[in-house]
């Protein structure tokens, strides 16, 4: 496998799958170009050690024809700006029009093609369009994270026509780095902290991570499922019912790995889910009936507080409590600054999964950690423990 860093691209045309499915506004002008930014280092490294550029990507999520609104032309100018090099469009991804464009490429230029989901062929991981697209360039880069848990033909497939001349770029490289640092060789204690909503759409994740972890963490929604499974009074929080069993699975499964899981001690309930509503701090298994549980009390922010200081790699996903509302914000704020403190002391932060992202933005400490993940589905995949098409393809 090829390095990325090592690499001088002089004599080259890198075809570089990236992720830029970015939301446009009405008027087509992207409204959050943090993905077309991420991918600025991958295409300045080429192009600075003497080769060009051929990018591709999807942008939303067009019925497989040309439909103007998902049409990359709208985001050539966003890239120009970012990149502050020239932007060449070719109006199709495979065929006359982009070979032609491919082939007259100069080093140091930069080529983007249309929108590969106007072809059903890339969804369905056809070999025949992923054996088009590998004839425009004779390296193959994939710095889609995002899709990397998808076996598409431009994320997975076309790599197999790149025996040996195929590499990560560093958005995938930088998350793949992360989530080892973690899931591979952790300095312990290693801590996982897991809250969001409910437990149904972590299990995965949970099951995995305990045969890894030293310390759990759960806080958020899923809390009261626990509590309750332990003949807690859950009021009317958020509970699910048909995982009761399957919470104490867990703590049985964790007992006899020797995993610590922590759960909240106390709560902050409130008597309806909004920001106005009453509030009151109570025992997480008395909490009454009308009321409900919507952030982690104050004794459980110290406790977890003390975990996580202590601990050697952290992984977080999922807040603590309704943190989009300020009267609930305060749990998963002070577990976000105690992640902050352990970091500055030298322990491994690895932040991933979209609400704990938007956490960390909303509190302004993304550079205060060790890595915000901007993989989504597919972090969540690879904590998963599954393997991902997009990853396995370049290293096969
Ligand atoms: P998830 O997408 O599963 O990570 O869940 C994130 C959502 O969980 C956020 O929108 C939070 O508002 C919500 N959440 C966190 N704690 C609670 C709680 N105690 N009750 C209800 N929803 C919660």
Redesign the pocket.
């Known amino acids: 496998m090829l390095s990325i860093d090592s690499f001088s691209f002089s004599g080259h045309k890198a075809l570089i799958r990236v992720d830029f499915n970015v939301p446009l506004n009405d008027h087509f002008e992207v409204t959050d170009s943090t993905r077309i930014l991420a991918a600025v280092p991958t295409i300045k490294k080429v192009v600075e050690t003497g080769g060009s550029v051929i990018l591709m990507s999807h942008l939303g999520r067009p019925k497989g024809g040309f439909e103007d609104k998902f049409s990359l032309r709208h985001i050539v100018s966003t890239v120009e700006k970012l990149t502050g090099l020239k932007v060449k469009f070719a109006a199709d991804c495979i065929g006359a029009v982009a070979e032609a464009a491919a082939s007259s490429l100069l080093p140091g230029e930069v080529l983007l093609l249309e929108n590969l989901r106007f072809y059903k062929e890339e969804e369905k991981g056809d070999a025949d369009f992923a054996k088009k697209l590998s004839t425009l360039g004779d390296i193959y880069i994939n710095d889609a994270f995002g899709t990397a848990h998808r076996a598409h033909a431009s994320t997975a497939v076309i790599a197999d026509f790149f025996p040996v001349n195929k590499m990560f770029g560093y958005v995938m490289q930088g998350e793949i780095d992360a989530i080892d640092k973690v899931m591979l060789k952790p300095n312990r204690p290693l801590t996982a902290i897991m ?4 437990v149904s ?1 972590k299990i995965s994740i949970i099951e995995n991570v305990l045969g890894k972890v030293n310390h759990l963490i759960i806080g ?2 899923m809390t009261f499922t626990f509590i309750k499974a332990q003949g807690g009074k859950t009021g009317s ?2 509970v699910e019912d048909e995982q009761l069993q399957l919470a104490l699975d867990l703590m049985e499964k964790a007992k006899s790995l020797g995993v610590q899981i922590h759960l909240p001690v106390d709560a902050v309930i409130a008597d309806k889910f909004s920001n106005d509503a009453l509030t009151k701090v109570c025992d997480v298994a008395e909490i009454p009936d009308g009321w409900m ?2 952030d982690i009390g104050p004794q459980t922010i110290s406790n977890f507080s003390a975990v996580i200081s202590a601990s050697g790699t952290i992984l977080w996903n ?2 603590m ?4 509302m300020e009267n609930f914000a305060a749990g998963t704020r002070q577990v976000a600054d105690a992640i902050v403190a352990a970091t500055a002391k030298g322990a491994y932060s690895l932040v991933g ?3 704990s992202v938007a956490a960390v933005n909303q509190f302004g400490i993304a550079d205060k950690v060790s890595y915000v993940s901007t993989g989504g589905g597919a972090l969540l995949e690879y904590m998963e423990g599954a393997v991902l098409p997009g990853v396995a393809a370049i290293r096969s």
Not at 195 to 198: I, L, N, V
Not at 321 to 324: A, L, Q, W
């Open positions: 809250g969001g909503a409910k759409s958020g929604g929080s958020l549980g919507l999922g807040p409590g309704v943190f989009e999964g979209g609400d």
